[in-house]
């Protein structure tokens, strides 16, 4: 079978499971498992399909529907870039699914008919999204693909927060899916009546010849609608509210794949379709501020929050934010640097690829510390480490990853946005100043997580409830976060393995020798990253050598800790002394970092901020009471008409009074009126 | 094997010079100043003996609580190689500024851990500040080495050092490295900024639980951490004299003149901090953090005349 | 095969005599299956003659004869009239099958079982009209099945004969009829004109007396679809029972005033702009005035008449911009005559269940019904996501298709309006799935405790039409190709 069909086989899997898994939704275990079956089958042909892309090249296949009249068609397209997607969300597809089959025990009033079939439905869609070559059909999938998530988020139907954050982010969305209607639309029309990626690429080349000024509203256009979904400050706003309120494995799905789609979107738009024109210096200065913007957001928002699934989508929109800036890093650089170029959009995706891994595994981590204490509050839990060891260590891993520390898969990828962001300082200032905050910002990730860490898994065991069980969550829950981890180290340590499929993915989107080879840009061997933009090597990362070198001081140092042969004892925490109860002895999540906090605290006249995250103020809707009362035609038109024809018929009926004179009088009046209008006639 | 035996001798110095630069200070510069005898210059290392021999008392019976002071040594250790002695630094090829400041970062990493697994309020309480103070001196120290990175063109440490010693002392440069110096004694835990260990307050902070070996390899590896960020301060911004060029015929003997150099250069340094540290009060950390904010701007400023290119 | 067709407009007129002579329940199974028997020739029929046109001349009256060249009266089915034809009868037959069940004592809003002969009466009399407006081959037999479905409609409405009902059906006859008057005046004009009531025409008067007739069938056409000014009938008319509205709203009616303007779009190339232009601006100004009622409306049923309203807009709109040479927004407006039939019905159907079940329409007072019904929630949610044009449901192709030929004309005209229904359609979709959301999710209120699903013959009403807002408008893309 080629790529193309396995895409399609991948597609259909996904939705004959989801039919399957609903004929069975009322054994929910059961249900579970067979719809495990068909997403491992599912991702199974998807990632086949990806791999052998790499291998074989692009696959291409012939029109699976034609709509005619609007140049569309179903147009199955698996190119790297694709193949890359298709990979990721075949991994996360899975590892969710297999997750949710005993979450879901946790919430025996949901029925589960409304959780497996949607959120098979739902990867069939991003495998949709990915492998099409149409916009239409993109548009279609991509909505599907929304219309699935919204039922999700709203998932817990009887939680009015819930359903507040699934409105949100079904109408965000969607306003985002007009934003990308509209410029697909204008692209249609400048680019020969058709929707194929091919004939977005024509039109962008005709506006930019032609009207560049709507080619400007189109990229914003698209810009929007795509950043929407990708959870970029502002337009992501509804992400915060509507990650936390679906079920964690959903919410580790949707941070993995589907706001990763809105990335995709934007490289398809910035590099496929956009040509190297001016335009870009325009738009990836806008790309790489927002995603800038982003970062610094999100992830100082993030610090101030005590909910562990709110504190994780707020750093959603900050690392988003990365992968935003290394885009944007791209397309600035793309007429002026070109091995910068590559460098940044190979650091963002390959910081999309990380993100998918650890950020799924941080949200698997807190459904599971959720599914055994039932809080996601921060400041009623602590000390699991002991009781839930292997979820802990995924999460420390995980933490370390996102925080970038070597040698963890984050560092290699922000390693990479920072090289594009400080040596593009030469070439435009302005990267460097994103690039420093960036890294500011990768510290405070740093200071994020280990808050989630330490508060979750060390101190003090606490937890809420103290009648529940409190022991390690079952191995169909720990094996997706041990992959997740295992995955965090291995992309850390192999950058290569991951850095050659992105660039190939971008590589094989841009006309032939827009950018250097990877050898010349990455360095040709294959243990690691040698950099060079243009002038020889200006900075490696070998993780091997460091890794050598580490356990080698790490074995001296335990060497010299041993070294005394000092007996271990045990006692208990020491307060100086005075007794405490545990209660007063707590350290809550709340107090860490008040005094940063407080410094970080916005305040304009009345308006104060939450952490630096804006809050809109509640409108009050005006009643528009005159606007009724003139669209009420009834009131002011049509009844006044009847009732004043009332009247007046009812003039002339007073005239039969019943009185013969008077009836006299009329005839004598009107003979003589008939009789002067016909002198009058034959007279002229 | 030029390598391995590079490292060895680099670890084995940083292993050493940094106690005895810490007993120097005590009794050279703090005793002195606090008009005292001081300790023996050696105290350093009779602490370290006397605890890696002492009971390891811990509030858990998990061997986990072993992990953060062995890589808290490591990161600094590792850190250490990084430093450009004489020509390229011995992990120079694998790693570049950016590694440096993330194993700088690590080794508070591990000191937080460390912290965390001890379950003391106290411990929370410093590594809480620990974190915060990290947050605001961090950019300081990001700053300084992005503008030498964007003078030299390259981000790997020894082109930074090269290119300072071709050019010579740059408007961007004097600033930043005041910037850092400003900055030292955060990164080193010296007053008035030891606001996360701060003895008399909090007791030690994340160290609070911490006792025989485990004290020790924690004190070890800060003083280590001392030296190491001092002398890659002082061999970025003030690689002179050009003895790399000089004695490029005797690898021995350049390496040898280049620490000998490089100690005295640290020398002068860790003799300003120690001052500092002796006649200042500590100050709290919102104010310490405020006053970071400060230098941080101070740091742009060079930043900002790298970019124009004095 | 044309007399099949013919049998489609005279089988539910004879059939509605036998039933009104037929007592109580009898009357409501004959109705059931002559609708069925409708149905099934109207598919037949009609996809067997598709894709080539199909004519039959019947006769003419002797008095009428110099009227016309050729015999008057006849069929005419092309694929514009075929989809007309087939939502006609489909949703005809659907909404007998539902009433079979919903007029009865079970019924916690409109309680009662008498009158059933008459209901079913004047109900196939209503299909029959209304595939007598598809099938008819010049104005003058479509202005005749016309006044028919007005008739209709007033008696349906009135049906209750509470006050309110016979006030509710007083005014939709007297508007309706009004509009009417207009298109018996063009119908007139354009004969003494021109001399033939043919679709066509219009476009043998001059330009100026064009405009003119044209813009009195549109207001014929607005008074039918419920347009601004001529609206007001039309949320009045709920009170009618709930299967009557959805047949008033899906397919019959005011798809009439609809049908009449695509109609003639389609016969009459070349038609002048000033006319379009009218037609533009009224459709606008009716869309921002139905969604601006959206948000004060507390009645479920209402809310969906006002949508109606504006969902009409969109044919009339996408037709008029076919005046302006935009083939892809024609197509659109009558892929939206097929694809809103069916999402509407839906809706309208999934109200009466809810009303049927719980007595109560008024939107503060649902709460949390999709645990209790949860067919419903599911068909209604299809339904909603149908109406508002999330892709791939329903309505999203046509007006997709409307809104892509709005910009693919030149000038600002057409993507200004394109841009301005973007927003319509997201202000729509947010305010209706605010409202799907809080009438079906959350904990059940009291009304919402009575909630269950109802039995088969409304359920199946249901689930065959939430299957056809899939499928339909994919298939209506289809026969919308052979148009033009």
Same mark, same amino acid.
């Given at each position: ?181 509209a410029?697909?639309i204008i ?30 509203v ?467 | ?310 | ?276 232009l009218?037609?533009i601006i009224?459709a606008l100004?009716?869309m921002a ?28 709109l996408?037709?008029?911009l076919?005046?302006f ?40 007072? $649902?709460?949390? #019904?999709?645990?209790?019904? !949860? &067919?419903? *929630?599911?068909?209604? +949610?299809?339904? %909603? /996501? ?17 809104i892509?030929g709005a910009f693919s004309l030149p000038g600002t005209l057409g993507p200004l309006v394109g841009v301005f229904l973007l927003v319509e ?39 065959? $039409?939430?299957? #056809?807002?899939?499928?339909? !408008? &994919?298939? *209506?893309?289809?026969? +919308?190709?052979? %148009? /033009?």
């Open positions: 079978m080629s790529p193309t069909d396995l895409a399609v086989l991948s597609m259909a899997l996904f939705v004959i499971g989801a039919v399957c898994s609903a004929v069975l939704a009322r054994d929910r275990i059961r249900c579970g498992y067979i719809a495990f079956v068909f997403v491992l089958a599912a991702a199974a042909a998807a990632s086949t399909a990806g791999v052998r892309v790499f291998l074989n090249g692009p696959a291409a296949d012939a029109p699976l529907l034609r709509i005619a009249d609007l140049g569309a068609s179903l147009t199955v397209h698996v190119d790297y870039l694709s193949a890359l997607f298709l990979i990721v969300v075949a991994l996360i597809a899975t590892v969710t699914t297999l997750f949710s089959i005993r979450y879901l025990e946790a919430h025996p009033q949901e029925s589960a008919l409304r959780y497996y079939p949607m959120l098979l439905l739902f990867f069939g869609g991003v495998v949709g999204v990915v492998c099409t070559w149409d916009m239409l059909f993109f548009i279609v999938f991509w909505e599907f693909m929304t219309l699935a998530s919204y039922f999700l988020v709203v998932y817990h139907r009887d939680d009015a927060v819930a359903l507040r954050a699934g409105l949100k982010y079904f109408i965000v969305t969607h306003v985002a899916t007009a934003c990308l209607i410029a697909v692209l249609y029309v400048h680019g020969g009546r058709s929707f194929s990626f091919e004939a977005m690429r024509v039109g962008v080349t005709n506006l930019a010849v032609h009207a560049p000024g709507l080619l400007h189109v990229l914003g256009l698209l810009f929007v609608g795509f950043a929407t979904k990708a959870g970029i400050f502002p337009f992501g706003d509804w992400l915060p509210d509507a990650y936390p309120a679906a079920p964690a494995p959903v919410t580790a799905a949707f941070s993995g794949t589907m706001t990763k789609l809105g990335i995709y979107g934007l490289v398809r738009v910035f590099f496929q379709f956009l040509p190297v024109y001016d335009t870009c210096l325009v738009w990836g200065a806008i790309l790489a501020a927002f995603g800038t913007l982003s970062i610094a957001i999100g992830t100082l928002t993030a610090l101030a929050q005590d909910d562990s699934k709110r504190l994780l989508s707020f750093s959603v929109v900050g690392q988003m934010g990365y992968i935003l800036l290394g885009v944007g890093l791209g397309v600035y650089f793309r007429p002026l640097v070109p091995a910068l170029a590559a460098l940044a959009v190979v650091g963002g995706l390959f910081h999309m690829v990380n993100d998918a891994c650890y950020k799924s595994c941080l949200f698997l981590s807190a459904g599971a510390v959720e599914h055994r204490t039932g809080t996601r509050d921060l400041n009623l839990i602590g000390g699991l480490a002991g009781l839930m060891p292997l979820t802990a260590v995924a999460a420390i891993f995980a933490s370390l990853a996102i925080s970038g520390i070597p040698p963890f898969s984050g560092f290699a990828s922000k390693w990479l946005l920072y090289h594009a962001a400080f040596m593009g300082g030469k070439t435009a200032p302005f990267t460097l100043v994103l690039g420093l905050i960036a890294m500011f910002v990768a510290i405070a990730t740093l200071a994020l997580f280990l808050k989630f860490v330490t508060i979750t898994f060390f101190g003090k065991l606490r937890t809420p409830d103290p009648k529940r069980e409190l022991r390690e969550v079952p191995l169909s829950m720990v094996l997706p976060q041990g992959v997740l981890a295992v995955l965090c180290v291995v992309f850390g340590v192999a950058p290569m393995l991951a850095a050659k499929p992105v660039y190939a993915g971008i590589a094989g989107m841009l006309t032939g020798g827009e950018i250097p080879g990877f050898a010349a840009v990455f360095g040709s061997g294959s243990a690691g990253l040698a950099l060079n933009t243009g002038v020889g090597i200006q900075g490696a990362w070998m993780p091997w050598p460091i890794l050598i070198a580490l356990a080698a001081t790490a074995a001296l140092a335990y060497v010299i800790y041993r070294a005394g042969d000092a007996e271990v004892l045990v006692s208990p925490v020491w307060y100086c002394g005075e007794e405490h109860t545990d209660e007063e002895t707590a350290y809550l999540a709340h107090s860490l970092y008040r005094p940063f906090k407080d410094m970080l605290r916005v305040r304009i006249g009345p308006y104060e901020t939450e952490g630096i995250y804006p809050r809109l103020p509640r409108l009050r809707a005006p009643g528009f009471g005159w606007l009724r009362r003139l669209f009420d035609f009834d009131q002011w038109a049509y009844y006044p008409f009847i009732r004043w024809g009332a009247r007046l018929v009812g003039r002339f009926s007073e005239t039969h009074s019943g009185i013969a004179q008077l009836y006299l009088l009329w005839m004598v009046i009107g003979t003589v009126a008939a009789v002067a209008v016909l002198l009058w006639l034959g007279g002229s | 094997m030029t390598t391995v035996i590079g490292a060895s001798i680099q670890i084995g110095l940083v292993l050493l010079l940094g106690p005895l630069l810490e007993g120097l200070m005590r009794t050279l510069v703090r005793a002195r100043i606090h008009s005292r005898q001081g300790p023996p210059i050696l105290q350093p290392f009779y602490d370290i003996f006397k605890l890696l021999v002492k009971a390891d008392v811990q509030p858990t019976t998990s061997w986990i609580y072993a992990l953060p002071p062995v890589l808290c040594m490591a990161t600094i250790l590792t850190a250490s190689l990084l430093v450009p002695v004489f020509g390229q630094a011995v992990l120079g090829d694998y790693g570049d500024a950016i590694l440096f400041i993330y194993l700088m970062t690590a080794s508070v990493v591990a000191i937080v851990l460390a912290g965390a697994m001890s379950a003391s309020t106290y411990a929370f309480l410093g590594l809480a500040r620990e974190i915060m103070m990290m947050l605001t001196v961090e950019p300081v120290l990001i700053i300084w080495l992005v503008t030498a990175a964007l003078s030299a063109g390259s981000l790997n440490l020894s082109d930074m050092a090269a290119w300072n010693l071709e050019h010579g002392p740059s408007v961007s440069m004097i600033i930043a490295g005041l910037a850092v110096l400003l900055a030292i004694q955060a990164q080193v835990g010296k007053l008035p900024f030891d606001i996360a260990e701060a003895d008399q307050e909090i007791m030690g902070g994340p160290f609070i639980e911490l006792s025989g070996p485990k004290l020790a390899m924690f004190e070890w590896a800060l003083w280590a951490k001392q030296f190491v960020f001092v002398a890659m301060l002082v061999q970025i911004f003030a690689p002179w004299p050009a003895v790399a060029a000089a004695l490029a015929g005797s690898v021995a003997l350049g390496y040898a003149v280049s620490v000998l150099l490089l100690l005295a250069k640290v020398l002068v340094v860790v003799v300003l901090v120690a001052l500092i540290d002796a006649v200042n009060p500590r100050l709290r950390i919102e104010q310490a953090m405020l006053y970071f904010v400060s230098i941080i701007f101070l740091a742009a400023i060079g930043l900002a005349f790298a970019i124009v290119g004095i | 095969m044309e007399y099949l067709l013919l049998a489609t407009i005279v089988l539910p007129i004879l059939g509605a005599v036998f039933v009104g002579l037929s007592p109580g329940r009898a009357a409501a199974r004959l109705a059931l299956f002559i609708a069925l028997v409708t149905a099934a020739l109207a598919i037949f029929a009609g996809i067997g003659s598709f894709p080539g046109i199909t004519e039959l001349k019947v006769g003419t009256l002797p008095w009428m004869a110099e009227l016309a060249d050729t015999d008057l009266f006849g069929i005419l089915l092309d694929p514009l009239s075929l989809l007309m034809l087939l939502v006609v009868a489909v949703i005809g037959f659907l909404v007998v099958l539902y009433s079979n069940e919903y007029i009865s004592r079970r019924n916690r809003e409109h309680p009662h079982e008498n009158g059933q002969a008459r209901y079913y009466f004047w109900l196939l009399l209503f299909v029959g009209a209304m595939t007598g407006v598809a099938l008819s081959p010049n104005l003058l037999q479509l202005f005749m099945f016309w006044e028919l479905t007005t008739i209709c409609s007033w008696a349906l409405i009135s049906h209750t004969h509470e006050k309110s009902a016979l006030r509710a059906g007083y005014k939709a006859l007297i508007m309706t009829h009004l509009g009417g008057l207009g298109f018996l005046i063009a119908i007139i004009v354009l004969y003494v004109s021109v001399g033939s009531v043919e679709f066509s025409a219009l476009s043998l008067a001059s330009p100026a007396l064009a405009s003119t007739l044209f813009i009195l069938f549109l207001i014929a056409a607005w008074a039918k679809a419920a347009q601004v000014p001529f609206y007001t009938w039309l949320p009045e008319a709920m009170t009618a029972p709930t299967p009557i509205s959805c047949y008033l709203h899906a397919a019959a009616m005011v798809k009439a005033g609809v049908y009449l303007i695509c109609r003639l779009v389609l016969a009459n190339g070349g038609l002048p702009g000033n006319a379009a009218v037609g009224a100004v009716t005035v139905a969604v601006f009622l959206y948000f004060f409306q507390t009645d479920l049923k209402r809310l969906l008449a006002l949508s109606t309203i504006s969902q009409l807009s969109y044919i009339i996408g037709a008029c076919g005046i040479g935009s083939t892809l927004a024609y197509k659109g407006a009558v892929l939206h005559i097929v694809a809103h039939g069916c999402a509407k019905g839906l809706l309208f159907l999934c109200v009466g269940a809810i009303a049927y079940a719980t007595g109560c329409r008024r939107i503060p007072d $649902l709460r949390g #019904l999709a645990a209790k019904m !949860p &067919l419903v *929630a599911v068909c209604f +949610v299809v339904g %909603l /996501l149908g109406v508002v044009g999330v892709p791939p449901f329903g309505t999203f192709w046509s007006k997709f298709y409307i892509a359609s997201m202000v729509v979709f947010a305010w209706l799935l605010y409202v799907t959301q809080r009438v079906f999710f959350g904990a059940a209120s009291e009304a919402a405790e009575l909630g269950a699903d109802p039995p088969w013959q409304m359920s199946g009403s249901l689930i065959i $039409l939430a299957a #056809l807002v899939i499928a339909a !408008p &994919l298939a *209506a893309l289809v026969v +919308v190709s052979h %148009l /033009l």
